[in-house]
T-cell receptor, first 113, second 112 residues
Framework: GAGVSQSPSNKVTEKGKDVELRCDPISGHTALYWYRQRLGQGLEFLIYFQGNSAPDKSGLPSDRFSAERTGESVSTLTIQRTQQEDSAVYLC???????????FGPGTRLTVT | GESVGLHLPTLSVQEGDNSIINCAYSNSASDYFIWYKQESGKGPQFIIDIRSNMDKRQGQRVTVLLNKTVKHLSLQIAATQPGDSAVYFCAENRGSNYKLTFGKGTLLTVNP
């Protein structure tokens, strides 16, 4: 079946602009996660959704970052007033339930110029 | 501070050899560990996981070993192939039922 998909695959934006990143999880997966991966680094946890609720937003770096999930499906990660340090690959993952292995999408490479 | 780390940032092996990638963890509350493989330009791909009530788990050509006494995790890849070349990450749950904490990764290069 289809895996996790993300769009766009690449995004170049000017400093100060807002960006919206989209994640389509595997159908039926109740848990959804966003991570950030800086060049040559491991993954940083950003936020976790169970259904449409986000019980843990502790990884969001600042109040410029927000995320929502609707229909227990699609999720969007929004970064307002982007800064150069926001440049990274943003990865989305989903899992059947919270404790099961997480399946990752290909990521969105964000470059802030 | 608490962290998941890797002993070797890079590992180069010959095709057909066995590979061992190591990972140290420091949080004794962690009871679930996963190894992921990440190829260039792709998202991480699940390889194998292990829970803390086990010492060893085998998959297809891969084995994960967990030593809770010294808080050490390893991934063994048998008969390494060029397609195994990638960055390998270990991750732990630190007692959480959803949040994974990832190490920095080890780059495995397989020479033909």
């Amino acid at each position: 079946g289809a895996g996790v998909s993300q769009s766009p695959s690449n995004k170049v934006t000017e400093k100060g602009k807002d960006v919206e990143l989209r994640c389509d999880p595997i159908s039926g997966h109740t848990a959804l996660y966003w991570y950030r991966q800086r060049l040559g680094q491991g993954l940083e946890f950003l936020i976790y959704f169970q259904g449409n609720s986000a019980p843990d937003k502790s990884g969001l770096p600042s109040d410029r970052f927000s995320a929502e999930r609707t229909g227990e499906s699609v999720s969007t990660l929004t970064i307002q007033r982007t800064q150069q340090e926001d440049s990274a690959v943003y990865l989305c993952a989903s899992s059947l339930e919270a404790r099961y292995e997480q399946y990752f999408g290909p990521g969105t490479r964000l470059t802030v110029t | 501070g608490e962290s998941v780390g890797l002993h070797l940032p890079t590992l180069s092996v010959q095709e057909g050899d066995n590979s061992i990638i190591n990972c140290a963890y420091s949080n004794s509350a962690s009871d679930y560990f996963i190894w992921y493989k990440q190829e260039s330009g792709k998202g991480p791909q699940f390889i194998i996981d292990i829970r803390s009530n086990m010492d060893k788990r085998q998959g297809q050509r891969v084995t994960v070993l967990l030593n809770k006494t010294v808080k050490h995790l390893s991934l063994q890849i048998a008969a390494t192939q060029p397609g195994d070349s990638a960055v390998y990450f270990c991750a732990e749950n630190r007692g959480s039922n959803y949040k994974l904490t990832f190490g920095k990764g080890t780059l495995l290069t397989v020479n033909p």
